[in-house]
């Protein structure tokens, strides 16, 4: 024996009771939204974010309003036997379309990756076909303000349209299509600088040569045929057949558009980088 004592066993503990069921804070229960409400917070989101932009606004409302006031008012071109408020508005209503559909989702897109904001909404529940229909919707939130604020002025210039609604919104819709897969490309594999530039260029070489502000007749045959395929040349010239012609659907203006949507959207959905 080494003289130690031996320590004596520790008493049994009682029993602790188990403790009563928490009610949770949370109701009821925490976890993602539905897809539906998702989306419409989305939407809403991105449309008070574009209104609050004021070089957006400036690119999708007061551009195309002053266009369309100072060229009905001053005759520099010559219109090819329309009215000259008759030629601009359908012109103008494919620039607003451009406008919102292309340059202005391409460059807001192509910024919100480079500043990591996709990357975030990527890894939420957020889904992503979720955020990339948020940015449609908005779109056509916009695009419908437009036609209000175009047609407004326009009717106040004298403008009397002629044609189906139905066909002038088929047009309309399927150019949005169009132009927002090319914006979507073009915001998904350039630099956010490379897309700026390239959106404004784009921008204004369609503005000139799309059939926008100066006749397509006016070009030679050749070039003629190119700027009718371009998606602004389709747009513009379908809206004028309705608009101004009182024809029915341009069912080849229709067919370039969505030529042009198909490969867009295809492509932007194959090549297009989060981050």
């Known amino acids: 024996m080494n003289g130690s004592a031996t320590p004596p066993p520790e008493p049994p503990r009682p029993a602790v009771p188990p403790r009563p069921a928490v009610p ?27 209104l609050r932009n004021g070089e957006q606004l400036l690119l999708t409302a007061a551009i195309p309003v002053v266009l369309l006031w100072l060229l009905t008012a001053a005759p520099v071109f010559d219109t ?25 989702l391409a460059i ?16 939420s529940p957020l889904p992503r076909w979720t955020l990339l229909l948020a940015k449609a919707l908005t779109v056509l939130v916009v695009e419908a303000l437009q036609v209000v604020l175009v047609g407004g002025l326009g009717l106040a210039l004298g403008w009397r349209p002629s044609g189906s609604p139905l066909a002038v919104i088929l047009l309309l819709v399927t150019g949005t299509l169009a132009f927002a897969g090319l914006g979507l ?75 042009w949507a198909v490969a867009g959207l295809a492509a932007a959905a194959r090549w297009f980088r989060w981050e």
């Open 24 to 50: 949770s804070l949370f109701a009821p229960a925490p976890g993602a939204a539905p897809v539906g409400r998702m989306l419409l917070a989305q939407a809403l989101f991105e449309t008070r974010l574009l």
């Open 185 to 259: 490309l073009m915001a998904g594999t350039l630099r956010a600088e490379a897309t700026l530039a390239a959106a404004n260029l784009v921008y204004l070489l369609l503005l000139v040569l799309g059939g926008v502000v100066i006749p397509l007749s006016g070009f030679p045959s050749g070039v003629r045929t190119v700027l009718e395929l371009t998606p602004t040349g389709a747009l513009a010239d379908g809206l004028r057949s309705v608009l101004a012609d009182g024809a029915g659907l341009p069912w080849g203006s229709v067919a370039v558009l969505a030529a």
């Open 108 to 123: 807001a897109t192509g910024y919100e990756r480079r500043y990591g904001a996709l990357k975030r909404l990527a890894a």
């Open 80 to 104: 090819g036997g329309y009215e000259r408020v008759d030629f601009l508005v359908p012109g103008i209503l494919a620039l607003c379309v451009m406008s919102t559909a292309f340059t202005s």
